[in-house]
């Protein structure tokens, strides 16, 4: 049966800014959420360059596919539409979003063997600021995942601090300078589990992910809610009837929850960005720290793992 969060875990989210879940999905939602992802990847064997549906890593070749990330499966999926509204992952939520959920992005993150990419330093506020800062996103983990194929890493309590630059130049990359950031990473924390292991984390949390190098892929199902009172300060994406669609629990308000938050606006955008990919969006950041730790592991960039 879908469960809630217990007052353990939700004073961790308060104080820590996330929680990971071991038992929160069902074994057949695993299993049918794999099938789904792997139906939707078949398609990258005929293509030679990435659509909307799917970002594909620079080593593609229809020959070895391989796709970096699903965007937007919710889109392109019956399947993962009626998941992202699936009471085992909406009753988590309840007690953080009592005005009601909305689903503001997801996506499927995916790390081939061996080769899967980074994601550098971010928070998700610095992509989609709102009135209030009830924005969140739940993971789910298609694969096991250890220290080795690239875990989502955080930084505790982070989601109190400030909302940092994410701009290279006069450009919003989507990513943080480490070193001008003045952020700890030693206080960096794996989030791991086997797979159908969820993740809960603030969207001011900061996190990102080293690249995979192990043998075996890290898949990551990932749906970003936002509370039904908390609206998007830059984007309303297609007006307001397409936002209320997007509602999956509670009513449409047009009543805003005002809360006073750091909030930076990701403008301007680099010409010829491609849409919906976080890595052609980072790639002109010129100060990367998992770009560092790849070449350089035994310099003192490297993150504690425990």
Same mark, same amino acid.
């Given at each position: ?112 063997? %061996? ?122 994406? %297609? ?46 950041? %010129? ?20």
């Amino acid at each position: 049966m879908p469960r809630t969060l217990t007052q353990k875990e939700l004073a961790h989210y308060d104080e820590h800014g996330y929680v990971v879940i071991r038992d929160a999905i069902p074994a057949d939602t695993l299993g049918a959420s794999i099938a789904e992802t792997e139906r939707m990847v078949a398609v990258a064997s005929t293509l030679t360059e990435a659509i909307p549906m799917l970002d594909l890593d620079p080593s593609h070749t229809p020959e070895k596919p391989r796709v970096r990330r699903i965007k937007s499966p919710h889109e392109h999926s019956e399947y993962f539409k009626a998941l992202a509204a699936d009471p085992a992952i909406l009753d988590l939520l309840d007690p953080l979003m009592p005005s009601g959920i909305r689903i503001h992005n997801t996506k499927v993150n995916m790390k081939s063997a %061996g080769i899967g990419e980074s994601i550098e330093w971010h928070q998700d506020w610095a992509f989609y600021p709102h009135t209030n800062d009830s924005v969140l996103a739940v993971g789910i983990y298609l694969d096991d995942c250890d220290e080795e194929n690239g875990p989502m890493m955080v930084i505790p309590g982070s989601h109190k601090g400030p909302t940092y630059d994410h701009h290279e130049g006069p450009y919003f990359c989507g990513a943080m300078d480490p070193d001008k950031s003045g952020v700890d990473f030693s206080k960096a924390v794996p989030l791991m589990g086997p797979a159908g292991t969820v993740t809960i984390h603030h969207a001011r949390l900061i996190h990102g992910s080293a690249y995979n190098q192990s043998s075996r892929s890290r898949r990551f199902l990932l749906y970003a809610y936002s509370a039904v009172d908390a609206w998007p300060l830059h984007d309303l994406k %297609g007006g307001l009837e397409a936002y209320d669609s997007r509602i999956v629990r509670g009513k449409p308000t047009l009543v805003p929850r005002m809360k006073e938050t750091p909030v930076r606006i990701p403008l301007p955008a680099r010409p010829g960005l491609i849409k919906g990919s976080i890595y052609d969006n980072q790639s002109i950041l %010129g100060n990367k720290y998992f770009d560092a730790l790849e070449k350089a592991p035994e310099e003192k960039r490297e993150p504690a793992l425990a």
